[in-house]
Every structure is written in C-alpha cells, then in structure tokens.
C-alpha cells in the first residue's frame, strides 16, 4: 500500500535509510537536504519504508502545485530494488488531487511517458586510476588542463561567500537564491559532507565550486569563475584536481547538467558518460483523461 505522509508525521530514521540504501540513491532525496532546499515537502511511502518518493510543493494565491526546488536536480522513486513501470505509475496516481499541476524531476532510474520528457546529466565513474581517465579528456581539454599546470595554479579551501561574491560581479542568474546556497552551504561544511575549493593563481582567487560528497556520488553542485579564471580555464584545472584526488574510489563524479550546448560539451571533454533523468510535468485537467 501507498501512503501519503505529511513531513511533520515522517519517520526520518527509515526514510533516510532507504535512501541512503536506495538503487537510486541520490544526495537530493535526503530529508535533511530537502529540508533546506524545499518550502514544503510531503512523501508517499510504500509499506514500511520499502519505497519512498518525496514530493516538494509549493503554494501560491491559495493554490498547491509540486515543483522541483533549486539545487535539487533529481528525486523521484528511491527502493532497494528496482521499480517496475507499473510501481512508478501508482506512485504518480497517488499524488494528491489537491496539487493543480506537477512538474517535477525522476531519477535516472526512472520510466518515461507522454507526460515525461527527457533530461541531460552527465557522470564519470572514478574506479580507474587518473592516468587511465586523464587518457579519456579530449585533446583541448588536455591543453587546458596543462595550461593550469604551467600556470602553477593552486587549489585550496575556499568559501560560499567568496564565491558568491563572484557570481555577483561576473554572473546573472533570474531566479537564483543565495539564501537557499548559504543554508545549504552552512550545513554541509559543518556536516563534512561537502567542501569548497578555490582556484588560486599565487594569492589571487579565481573561482571555485562546491562538491558534495556521498558514499556513491560526488556531485558538482555549484561553482563561480572570474573573467580571469575562465581565461586561465580554473574550472578545468578545478575538475582534473577532483578527479586525480578521487581516483580509483569506484564512486561517481556528478556533473550535474548537461542540458546546455556547451556545457554539455565541456562535461563531455572529461570522458564523462550521459545520464537521461525524465521531468514529469502534468496539470489537473490532464491527470482525469
């Protein structure tokens, strides 16, 4: 049986456990990042915890609609094993009427529809040794990577601000929230379950990313670079750091996007591998026909 179950009457303990034990275990799914990233964020159960699906709402004018937060790239169903097609569409039907309208991001492990359209990420798996992945980064990336090295760029802890600081003067997002990034920054520095790192040329920072780490996943959550460092390719020597630190970990660099041209093609320089998630989008009207 499906259960929906508000936030407030969650058993957190069994609902983190079978995400974290989950096949699709994601580091979005986890009730402690939903509770930052999310405003409101109900969960339909099945039976004891063997499945569960988050589902993050919003309300606007009185009316209720589900929508992905910011720096919540995936969620969906997460199980020990995997779901059937069949599992995934009783989930669906069981999200609430009183939602007018779902849009809202499956897991890679997810089933299609004609309600589903399909998304790009993109991951490279760290099982090999740098010198064997380094063998997969494409000529130019290579040369970037070298142009690091000769620069005698360094790498060392940094912070949200600083970064942030950059993004102010060298970037304009519509709709991003610093207050969102901050609180999830704060708890994950405190946790230890991510780390910021800075691109240094002598004492000059020039940018950076946040990477937050799972026991499956490292993902690339965000990052900042001045017109300097995106002159002295810093987000190529920042990438070819992480992975040469994390080499033969047989854990999964997450690029996190890849719908964007050239930034699919940059994430693709590294050798890294297309990962198709689905964006479920449906309106009341559609879910009685």
Same mark, same amino acid.
């Given at each position: 049986? =499906?259960? &929906?179950?508000?936030? #407030?009457?969650?058993?957190?303990? /069994? !609902?983190? $456990?079978?995400?974290? %034990?989950?096949?699709? +275990? ?75 309208? =779902?849009? &809202?991001?499956?897991? #890679?492990?997810?089933?299609?529809? /004609? !309600?589903? $359209?399909?998304?790009? %990420?993109?991951?490279? +798996? ?164």
């Amino acid at each position: 049986m =499906i259960s &929906y179950i508000k936030r #407030a009457a969650l058993d957190v303990e /069994k !609902y983190d $456990s079978c995400i974290e %034990n989950s096949a699709q +275990s994601r580091i979005y799914a986890f009730s402690w990042y939903l509770d930052i990233v999310a405003d409101n964020w109900d969960v339909l159960v099945l039976n004891d915890y063997e499945a569960v699906m988050p589902i993050p709402w919003k309300q606007k004018f009185g009316l209720k609609y589900v929508t992905q937060p910011y720096f919540c790239q995936q969620l969906g169903i997460f199980s020990k094993e995997e779901i059937s097609e069949e599992i995934q569409r009783q989930f669906i039907r069981k999200i609430p009427l009183k939602f007018l309208k =779902i849009n &809202y991001n499956l897991n #890679a492990n997810s089933y299609g529809n /004609k !309600y589903t $359209s399909d998304k790009k %990420n993109y991951c490279l +798996s760290l099982n090999e040794d740098y010198e064997n992945s380094y063998k997969k980064f494409s000529k130019t990336r290579k040369q970037r990577v070298q142009l690091g090295i000769k620069k005698k760029l360094l790498i060392k802890n940094t912070s949200i601000h600083e970064l942030l600081e950059i993004q102010k003067t060298f970037y304009s997002y519509e709709g991003f929230s610093s207050e969102t990034i901050l609180k999830l920054s704060h708890f994950l520095v405190k946790s230890k379950k991510g780390k910021f790192l800075g691109v240094y040329e002598e004492n000059k920072l020039l940018g950076g990313g946040l990477f937050i780490h799972s026991s499956k996943r490292i993902v690339y959550l965000y990052s900042s670079f001045t017109h300097e460092g995106r002159k002295l390719q810093a987000a190529s020597f920042l990438i070819h750091y992480v992975i040469k630190e994390h080499q033969k970990t047989n854990i999964l660099f997450d690029f996190e996007g890849g719908n964007i041209n050239t930034i699919e093609a940059f994430f693709k320089s590294f050798g890294a591998v297309q990962e198709i998630f689905r964006n479920y989008n449906q309106n009341i009207l559609q879910r009685f026909f």
